[in-house]
Antibody
Framework: EVQVLESGGDLVQPGGSLRLSCVGSGFNFRTFAISWVRQAPGKGLEWVSAISSDGASTYYADSVKGRFTISRDNSINTLYLRMSSLRAEDTAVYYC?????WGQGTVVTVSS | DIQMTQSPSSLSASVGDRVTITCRASQGISKYLAWYQQKPGKAPKSLIYAASSLQSGVPSRFSGSGSGTDFALTISSLQPEDFATYYCQQYNTHPLTFGPGTKVDVK
């Protein structure tokens, strides 16, 4: 059974940092390009960042470029998103996703 | 960036109805198009990938069609569990982009 489990979401002050993690099981993790997608309260889906299967290529939405860093460790089937200089508008549920399956999400709240 | 539009933005339908949602890309994306279903408070669920390939475990009443710039998701006979919001996404070119969503509710 495919499972994708995100963690690391929290309440953080503006300007703060956070690291999200996503662990995959039940599929060949190292063969998939994976994205982070977020959804602000009451809004639609917004793609945030993606990384190639081997980690050599990374991509970012303009809204997070220079502030967020995506990485992966295929030896432990884990994807990361390092978030810094967080803003109120980064408040959202963050999902780890491929076109085939999604995790259940982790909540990031940026507020003082 | 490739812009994705969906129509309609919302629709009201009854159980048993045939429902079609369209998605248009601002430039050609071949068949790199996925459809997702999202219910309130839940994570999105993958329905269709590569424009017309049904995700494993998804009922056959769901189908996808199209290529290039114009795509459609069809539900052949709407079931009670299908009332939800549907999103399309292009994965041909970074940045990957989503449509704004189509909410299907009860007539």
């Amino acid at each position: 059974e495919v499972q994708v489990l995100e963690s690391g979401g929290d309440l953080v002050q503006p300007g703060g940092s956070l690291r999200l993690s996503c662990v995959g099981s039940g599929f060949n993790f190292r063969t998939f390009a994976i994205s982070w997608v977020r959804q602000a309260p009451g809004k639609g889906l917004e793609w945030v960042s993606a990384i190639s299967s081997d980690g050599a290529s990374t991509y970012y939405a303009d809204s997070v470029k220079g502030r967020f860093t995506i990485s992966r460790d295929n030896s432990i089937n884990t994807l990361y998103l390092r978030m810094s200089s967080l803003r109120a508008e980064d408040t959202a549920v963050y999902y780890c996703a491929t076109v085939h399956f999604w995790g259940q999400g982790t909540v990031v709240t940026v507020s003082s | 960036d490739i812009q994705m539009t969906q129509s309609p933005s919302s629709l009201s339908a009854s159980v048993g109805d045939r429902v079609t949602i369209t998605c248009r890309a601002s430039q050609g994306i071949s068949k790199y198009l996925a459809w997702y279903q999202q219910k309130p408070g839940k994570a999105p669920k993958s329905l269709i990938y590569a424009a017309s390939s049904l995700q494993s475990g998804v009922p056959s009443r769901f189908s996808g069609s199209g290529s290039g710039t114009d795509f459609a998701l069809t539900i052949s006979s709407l079931q009670p569990e299908d009332f939800a919001t549907y999103y399309c996404q292009q994965y041909n070119t970074h940045p990957l982009t989503f449509g704004p969503g189509t909410k299907v509710d009860v007539k």
